[in-house]
Nanobody, 120 residues
Framework: QVPLVESGGGLVQPGGSLRLSCTAS??????????LGWYRQAPGKQRELVARITRVGVPNYADFVKGRFTISRNNAKNTMYLQMDSLKPEDTAVYYC????????????WGQGTQVTVSS
């Protein structure tokens, strides 16, 4: 069973917006003590960190998305979000949800990824 499930990807025009969601499955009962993040991987490139949010909601962002993307979480819904605005063609990638329990940072959980394509 996949511990984290992404949704919300798709095709959007440059300048458009998308909202990604990441929901914990039954393998993870609660995200409340987890640090969560979004990564992305474009064809031929390494996976890179896009944004991360601590269990108390403190975000941090890669420079290339600052001012355009917003990460948030709703622990009651076991869900994390990534609001992506002012999308650019270079944002095209598979976006992955990641999480780890703060007491066990070496045990990373991943989703299967959702494709985001920015193209006219």
């Amino acid at each position: 069973q996949v511990p984290l499930v992404e949704s919300g990807g798709g095709l959007v025009q440059p300048g458009g917006s998308l909202r990604l969601s990441c929901t914990a499955s039954g393998v993870i009962l609660s995200i409340g003590t987890m640090t969560l993040g979004w990564y992305r991987q474009a064809p031929g490139k390494q996976r890179e960190l896009v944004a991360r949010i601590t269990r108390v909601g403190v975000p941090n962002y890669a420079d290339f998305v600052k001012g355009r993307f917003t990460i948030s979480r709703n622990n009651a819904k076991n869900t994390m979000y990534l609001q992506m605005d002012s999308l650019k063609p270079e944002d095209t990638a598979v976006y992955y949800c990641n999480g780890y329990f703060d007491d066990w940072p070496d045990a990373n959980y991943w989703g299967q990824g959702t494709q985001v394509t920015v193209s006219s």
